[in-house]
């Protein structure tokens, strides 16, 4: 166990590490890239900066700083997104028109903030200051990563299609994916496994959000995954033979909704007849030919897109439950380890792909990285789940309705904010994220 003091300052060096990724993803952006919200989903990047620091004044120093003077008295209720508890807040649909206050005072923000943050973990704070300062850390990752897929969305919206990132010479060259193989999960008699997590309370730098709690059981029928998730050719298939127009493979909803929203592929996908695959792909490296990526993992699907595929391919997608005990068989909670080429084993944001690679190897493949990837789950309490205290109790709690749950992170997940136990969550319709699927089938061979 590490002593108060070494777990401040390593809590420290995280804050600027942490901090610092926030400001490197945004360097690409213009001042006004920062200002768009190209849809109901996102916010814009300066918002994410402003909402990022006022959580850490609100949430630490504000409660655990005598005499704390906010930076600016307007900022609790101009940044808060949903705490309810807290008071009004700006409708989210208005965030692209906070033209003021001006970036330079958003940054002033961040800065006030960041000084205050290290000055109070340099004094060596008690517990509850660092776990709060912890949420506060994996809070900032989420929105890193909603940064990346709002920035894709604004930049896909945009007449002129801007590049984020230029592609590099290994990310053009074309790899092949192995082909789909089953892997068996069988678990022990009588089909009893242990899911999600009850923290050590003395364990300061373990972090688990409070609906990844308590651990519980859960009974698995024997099971198959696939290999890896599914790729972009294979979805193609499914489109070819016509998926999209076949309501025996469609959710009473998602036919509804593929059908007003004139879906016929997933995000992000356009019918292009100067390239042979008929179809290109918007990425963060500009549009693509999809033959190009059609053995990367297919994304932003739906739910409804995910299950439909499913469906078609006679199989089904896992339950969140398999899915958890799949990543704890590979070796226990994902830990991620650092290399000087980047973090070793999957492709999420330090590698700066910014999209889905194809598969490699044997085995479960990019169980982690690459697409969240859909379960069929419905997003509630585990038993006996209780939110946190007070107004941090809206973090997740107030969600648990009408929303399915995603695991494994993606392409422009942080390698440190992800772990087997991470549920996210989303609306089925949602399409905006890295989100795709992984098949699944009952018995094992
Ligand atoms: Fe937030």
């Given amino acids: 166990m590490l002593t108060q003091q070494s777990t401040a300052a390593a809590l420290l060096t995280r804050y600027r590490n942490v901090r610092a990724a926030t400001m490197r993803f945004c360097a690409p952006l213009t001042p006004e890239d920062m200002m768009v919200q190209s849809c109901a989903e996102a916010s814009p990047v300066k918002w994410h900066l402003a909402h990022t620091s006022w959580f850490f004044e609100t949430f630490v120093l504000a409660e655990f700083v005598a005499n704390y003077r906010p930076f600016h008295p307007d900022f609790r209720w101009l940044f808060n997104s949903y705490y309810n508890a807290l008071g009004d807040m700006p409708e989210k649909k208005l965030r692209a028109s906070f033209s003021r206050p001006p970036l330079e005072q958003i940054l002033a923000y961040r800065e006030h903030v ?3 943050l290290c000055r109070l973990l340099e004094q060596t704070p008690e517990d509850d200051v660092l776990r709060r300062v912890v949420l506060g850390l994996e809070h900032e990752q989420q929105h890193l990563e909603l940064a990346a897929t709002d920035i894709k969305h604004a930049f896909f919206t945009n007449p002129l299609h801007p590049v984020y990132q230029e592609t590099t010479t290994e990310q053009s060259q074309e790899k092949i994916a192995p082909p789909l193989e089953w892997v068996s999960f069988t678990p022990p008699s009588p089909g009893i496994v242990e899911i999600g997590v009850s923290p050590d309370p003395a364990a300061i730098d373990s972090f688990a959000f409070d609906n990844e709690t308590p651990r519980h059981n859960v009974y698995l029928a024997p099971f198959r995954l696939a290999s890896r998730p599914v790729a972009c050719a294979e979805y193609l298939a499914f489109i070819e033979e016509d998926g999209y127009t076949r309501p025996e493979l ?3 909803e998602g036919w509804d909704t593929m059908r007003d929203e004139g879906w016929q592929a997933p995000l992000y996908w356009r019918r292009d007849t100067t390239n042979r695959s008929g179809w290109s792909v918007f990425t963060l490296h500009g549009w693509q030919p999809l033959g190009e990526i059609s ?9 409804f897109e995910a299950d439909a595929f499913a469906r078609w391919s006679g199989h089904r997608l ?19 380890t650092a290399s000087s080429s980047g973090w070793v084993g999957c492709n999420m944001l330090e590698q700066q792909s910014f999209h889905p690679q194809p598969a490699r190897g044997t085995g479960l493949q990019q169980l982690f990285g690459d697409v969240w990837e859909w379960t069929q789950s419905p997003y509630t309490g585990y038993p006996g789940y209780k939110p946190l205290p007070g107004a941090l109790g809206e973090y997740n709690g107030k969600f648990m309705s009408s929303q399915m749950v995603l695991r494994g992170g993606s392409c422009v997940t942080p390698a440190s ?16 994220q890295f989100s795709g699927l992984r098949l699944a089938r009952d018995g094992a061979s």
């Fill in 114 to 116: 960041d000084a205050r």
């Fill in 250 to 252: 469609w959710l009473a």
């Fill in 295 to 303: 053995e990367t993992p297919v994304c932003h699907l739906s739910f």
């Fill in 318 to 336: 896992p339950t969140e439950f398999e899915w958890e005990f799949a990543a704890q068989s590979q070796g226990g909670p994902f830990i991620p």
């Fill in 417 to 432: 904010h992800i772990r087997a136990t991470y549920r996210n969550f989303f609306h089925p319709s949602t399409r905006w």
